[in-house]
């Protein structure tokens, strides 16, 4: 899945998967939090680059419907009710990086399994701290799990417990009013 809507109150909320270029060969996933109407408006800033890309394709050649307006995203359907009557919000982030080749040893498993969370290996190229998950605690202890996974633009959305303790290994687990008092 690439989009899941929230319902807060009365207002709705999108969440999706941002690919981000931070340099050549070094893309990093992260979760984004849009309302329809700023959901609109970043589509319409991406209009003229898309308007191009469409006309690039099809003067190659390719066979393409008009390129339809920006409108604000709604939900396909109706939204199931919220399983947690009351809950704690924590972000996960989680360290991504890029080592080349020739400095991997021979035991990679063994190498990266030694990182803790937020931590890079000294012989990465590039590294970045990534916003890349949410994870949703009831009262009662049950969890909802909402990740950007290794798929570009993809995400995960889960209530397995095996999946909330794999990604808070291997992530830094910030409260979500620490997090945004910093932002």
């Known amino acids: 899945m690439s989009a ?13 998967v941002d690919i981000i270029g931070l340099a050549f060969k070094f893309e990093v996933f992260t979760l984004s939090l849009h309302t329809p109407a700023t959901a609109l408006e970043a589509t319409r800033a991406m209009m003229p680059m898309m308007e191009e890309a469409w006309a690039d394709l099809s003067s ?24 947690f009557r009351s809950w704690r919000l ?5 360290m991504e990086f890029s080592v080349a080749v020739e400095n991997l040893p021979e035991d990679v498993d063994e190498y990266f399994s030694r990182l803790g969370p937020g931590e890079a290996p000294p012989e990465s190229e590039h590294h970045c701290l990534t916003a890349m998950g949410m ?6 202890g049950r969890r909802l799990l909402v990740v950007a996974d290794g798929m570009p633009g993809s995400m995960q959305v889960t209530d397995d417990e095996d999946a909330a303790h794999a990604y808070q ?8 009013e620490e997090y945004v008092s910093v932002l």
Request: aromatic fraction near 8%.
């Open 4 to 16: 899941v809507w929230f319902k807060a109150e009365d207002q709705l909320y999108l969440l999706t």
């Open 60 to 83: 190659a050649g390719l066979r393409l419907s008009t390129l339809p307006p920006a409108t604000e995203p709604a939900p396909a359907g109706e939204l199931q009710a919220w399983p």
């Open 90 to 94: 924590d972000v996960l982030k989680r």
């Open 135 to 140: 994870l949703f605690t009831s009262e009662d």
């Open 169 to 176: 290994r291997q992530c830094i687990v910030v409260p979500a």
